[in-house]
C-alpha cells in the first residue's frame, strides 16, 4: 500500500475525483449565484496541492511538507473567516474536510494516500447526494465523478503492474499501451456496473438516494419534495421563486403537467419539468442547454413510442380477455402439464436410480437362481454371464460395448476384491463355454448358478 505514486494520470483522476465532489456540494446552492466562482476555486486549489505531490515523484519532501502547512493555515483561516458564517455547520464542515484534504494533497507520494483521498471524494459526495436539495440534476456531475474513480484506480493498478514489466524485463512497455489498457478497463469495468445494475430489480427507481430512513424526501426524480424537507425548502423559496409554490398543493401541478406531457419512461421527470429545470437560477449555461436537449429528446421518444406503447396496451388487454374467457381450458391445460411435468421427472428419476436395472437383477435372481428356469449348455451360460453385467451395472461398472470380457472383468473388479474370485471363475467358464469345442456340461451351469449367487449376495451386501 506504500508503493511510490508515479504515475500522472492517477492524479489527474484523484484530481478530477475530488474537484467533481466538491462541485457536487456547490451545485446545492446554484440559486445564490455563486456555483462558478466555487467551482473555479476549488479546481485551482485541487490543481495546485496535487502539483505540489506529482513533483516529488513518489519521494516525500521537505518541499511537499512546507506547502502542505501554507495550505493547511489557510484553510483553517478561510473556514473561520468564510465557511462557517457562510453556511454554518454541517455543511461549513464538509468543507473545512475538502481544504484538509487540499493541505494532504501536497503529500500525496504513495497509494495509501491516493486511496485516502479517493475515501474522502466518496463521503463528500454521499452527503451531497443525502441533501435534500438534490436532485436528478446532480447526476451531470455524480456520473462523471463515478467514471474518474474507477478511471484513478484502473491507472494506478496498471502503471504499477507496467512499472512491475519494466523492472524484471528491462523493457518499456510504452505509454500508448497503457493508456489504451486504462481506456478500455474503465469501459469494461462501468459497462459491466451498468449492466448488472439495469439487470437488478430497483425498488427506488425514481430516487437518488433511498428514500427509507431518511429525513427528507427531496431527492424523488421527477416529484414534489417531500414533508422533512418542507421546512427549509419555504426559507429557500425568496431565493428561488417558483421553485415550490408552483408545483401546487400534494403534486397537483405536477401530476397535471405529467399527464399532459408524459415522460417515455415511468417516474423520471417530464420535458416540462426538465425545461423548469434547466430554468432554475443560477444554472450553468452548458448544463442547461444540455437538459434542454435531453427534454427534446424525450418528447420525440415519448412521441415514437406512444403508438408502440398504445399497441402493447391493447394486445395485453385482448389476451387478459382472452384468459378470462378460456379460464377452464386453461386450468385444465396447466393440470395436463403438470402430470406430463410428473411423469417426465418420475422417468428422469428411475432412469438416474437404475430402477429399471435393480428390478432386472431382482428377476434374474428369483428366475434363475430361486426357481432354476435357466437355460440348457450354452444359452445357460450367455443367461448367467448377462445376469452378472447387470449386477456390476448396478453397481456403476457397467460394461463398455467395445470391452472384452477380461477387460470388463478387469474394470468391474478394480475397487470390489470380495467380488473379484467369484466373478473371476465365472467369467473362466462363459469363456471355455463360449469359446471352447467341448459340449457344455450341466455341471458347469450348475457352478455358475452358485458363482452368480455369491455375486449377488456380495453385491446386495
Excluded at 474513480?149 to 524484471?168: G, K, Y
Excluded at 416529484?223 to 408552483?246: F, K, L, V, Y
Excluded at 421427472?345 to 432354476?372: C, G, H, N, P, Q
Excluded at 458347469?444 to 452368480?452: A, F, G, Q, T
Aim: hydrophobic share 45%; net charge positive.
Amino acid at each position: 500500500m506504500n508503493t511510490p505514486l508515479t504515475y500522472t494520470p492517477a492524479y489527474l483522476g484523484l484530481f478530477a475525483s475530488l474537484w467533481l465532489a466538491l462541485v457536487c456540494n456547490s451545485f446545492l446552492d446554484i440559486q445564490y449565484g455563486g456555483f462558478t466562482f466555487e467551482a473555479i476555486f476549488w479546481a485551482l486549489m485541487y490543481g495546485w496541492t496535487l502539483r505540489v505531490a506529482w513533483l516529488q515523484r513518489g519521494q516525500p519532501s521537505d518541499y511537499g511538507k512546507r506547502k502542505q502547512k501554507i495550505v493547511l493555515f489557510i484553510g483553517l483561516a478561510i473556514f473561520v473567516l468564510v465557511f462557517l458564517p457562510r453556511w454554518g455547520m454541517p455543511r461549513a464542515g464538509l468543507y473545512l474536510l475538502g481544504m484538509l484534504q487540499a493541505a494532504q494533497n501536497c503529500v500525496t507520494t504513495t497509494r495509501r494516500q491516493l486511496h485516502l483521498g479517493l475515501l474522502v471524494s466518496a463521503v463528500m459526495v454521499m452527503f451531497a447526494a443525502s441533501h435534500y436539495r438534490a436532485d436528478w440534476t446532480m447526476l451531470f456531475y455524480l456520473l462523471p465523478y463515478i467514471v474518474a474513480v474507477v478511471f484513478t484506480l484502473v491507472s494506478e493498478q496498471i502503471s504499477r503492474r507496467a512499472q512491475s514489466i519494466r523492472d524484471s524485463s528491462l523493457q518499456d512497455t510504452g505509454r500508448a499501451g497503457q493508456g489504451m489498457a486504462i481506456g478500455a478497463a474503465t469501459f469494461i469495468i462501468l459497462g459491466i456496473a451498468g449492466v448488472l445494475y439495469l439487470a437488478t430489480p430497483q425498488v427506488t427507481w425514481p430516487y437518488l438516494h433511498s428514500q427509507f430512513g431518511q429525513v427528507g424526501n427531496g431527492a424523488r426524480v421527477g416529484g414534489s419534495s417531500g414533508a422533512g424537507a418542507a421546512a427549509d425548502q419555504r426559507q429557500d423559496e425568496a431565493a428561488t421563486p417558483g421553485s415550490s409554490s408552483e408545483q401546487g398543493k400534494d403534486g397537483e401541478g405536477a401530476g397535471e403537467e405529467a399527464a399532459a406531457n408524459p415522460s417515455p419512461w415511468r417516474g423520471w421527470p417530464t420535458p416540462g419539468q426538465m425545461r423548469e429545470a434547466a430554468g432554475r437560477p443560477g444554472m450553468p449555461g452548458w448544463q442547461a442547454t444540455a437538459i434542454g436537449e435531453l427534454a427534446d429528446l424525450s418528447e420525440a421518444i415519448a412521441r415514437a413510442w406512444a403508438p408502440v406503447s398504445n399497441r402493447i396496451e391493447k394486445l395485453l388487454k385482448d389476451l387478459a380477455e382472452w384468459l378470462q374467457q378460456n379460464k377452464p381450458l386453461l386450468v385444465a391445460s396447466l393440470f395436463v402439464l403438470m402430470l406430463v411435468a410428473l411423469l417426465v421427472a418420475l422417468m428422469v428419476l428411475f432412469r438416474e436410480a437404475k430402477t429399471r436395472t435393480w428390478i432386472r437383477t431382482r428377476f434374474d435372481y428369483w428366475y434363475l437362481v430361486s426357481l432354476r428356469r435357466h437355460a440348457s449348455g450354452l444359452d445357460g451360460a450367455n443367461q448367467f454371464y448377462r445376469a452378472m453385467e447387470r449386477l456390476f451395472a448396478l453397481a456403476d461398472a457397467p460394461r463398455s460395448r467395445v470391452a472384452n470380457t477380461r477387460e470388463f472383468l478387469r474394470d468391474a473388479t478394480h475397487f470390489r476384491d470380495n467380488m473379484r474370485p467369484a466373478a473371476t471363475e465365472l467369467t473362466l467358464i462363459f469363456e471355455r463355454l463360449r469359446y471352447g469345442a467341448s459340449t457344455p456340461a450341466a455341471e458347469e451351469i450348475v457352478r455358475m448358478s452358485v458363482l452368480y449367487q455369491e455375486l449377488y449376495r456380495s453385491q446386495a451386501n
